[in-house]
């Protein structure tokens, strides 16, 4: 489920719905603005476009604002300059930490803390492969090192790290339009394309990291009384087809390994700006293609957007030249990293402390929109 900033803008909304509006009618050529807008209310978690702009009124101004202190020790130890407004909260923490703004003379920056991260890196070799998709030519937002030459700084017992801010518009939201996945496949193409070496293949696509069957999370959930256990119950066949999906991954080269709308919008001249890049991690280059085609090329219902998916995968072999072997088996990355997700949301929401209605929506939203092995082989079958 799609989460809202602390400071929600309306016009951003509106914005995202325009860009929805294009995906769907890739494959709906008589969709609505008004269908777009309710499309987008519901993956926020929201009924109604109404219910969506009702929440933005009552969040707006919502955001925190950091200690000053904390403000000044993160632009000395980055070296930005003087501080010269307040820090302010951009999200509420996600799996990594939480991302703030932070404006000095030198400029406007986007801080982070960086807590969660898995793999667990050091940011240094993430940096480095950052920067070089940079110079060939995917735009991002610079990674910034402190005075020390760190990437991660320990700063108030969190680990922080500093990008350049740039000015962009709102991510974007799936189904996306045939012109955006194009590009998409071309910025993939132009990562993998570096060919960068890694020593293993990301964990969070290769094994299940919890212990627990899916018949035991069921279990879980109905003796914690979770009103949502029938709906997992439900869930249970597609979460037991996506684990018997199965495959024997090639050689893996660095790879961004979270490149989903969210973390894509459209910056100065229309390009894509990529950020969320702190997973960056070794994948087959065919798994994350496989992933980025489920990503941006299927509807929160299930749809495929046929000619999203056919523009992604030409992008990606006009910019390199070929397209790796993509089977069901390649799908194997995809499947595996969603079933690690979808169980960390159970438990979140099993754990929910302050938020039980959010965590509620948010897994409720995860197991009614799952796809399926059948996703996966109409997207095989659209590109072929």
Known sequence: MKTLPDNPDLDHLRRQAKNLLAGLRDSRP????????????????????????????????????????????????????????????????DEVGRRWLL????????????????????????????????????????????????????IGGSGWRVYEWLRTGPPLAAPVSATVTR????????????ALPVDRVCPWSSTRLSARTWPEWVDLAAAKGAAWTPVLAAALPTLLELESISGTP???????NNLNPGNVRVGPGGRLVVTGWEHAAGLPPAWELCSALANWAVAPGGAVNVRGARA????????????????????????????NYVAGQIDLALDAGDEPGHAER??????????SRSTFQHLLAAIR
């Open 30 to 93: 008589g969709t609505t603005l008004a269908e777009a807008q309710a499309s987008l209310a519901e993956q926020y978690g929201f009924r109604t476009w109404a219910d969506l702009k009702a929440e933005v009124d009552r969040r707006r101004g919502g955001a925190e604002v950091a200690d000053p202190s904390l403000a000044t020790r993160i632009a000395d130890r980055f070296g930005l300059g003087p501080v010269t407004g307040e820090m302010r909260s951009l999200s509420h923490p």
């Open 103 to 154: 404006p000095t003379a030198r400029g406007r920056w986007t801080a982070r803390t960086v807590d969660d991260v898995y793999p667990v890196t050091d940011g240094e070799e993430n940096a480095l492969f950052q920067e070089a998709a940079a110079r060939a030519g995917v735009l991002l937002p610079a990674p910034v090192r402190g005075v020390s030459g760190a990437v991660v700084e320990r």
């Open 183 to 194: 590009e998409v496949g071309t910025v993939l193409a132009t990562i993998h394309g570096l």
């Open 250 to 256: 090639d050689r893996p080269v660095w790879c961004h």
């Open 312 to 339: 992604l995968v030409a992008g990606y072999r006009e910019r390199a030249g070929s397209l790796p072997s993509l089977s069901l088996g390649t799908f194997r990355g995809t499947a595996t990293a969603l079933q």
């Open 362 to 371: 948010s897994v409720r939203h995860l197991l009614t929109h799952l796809p």
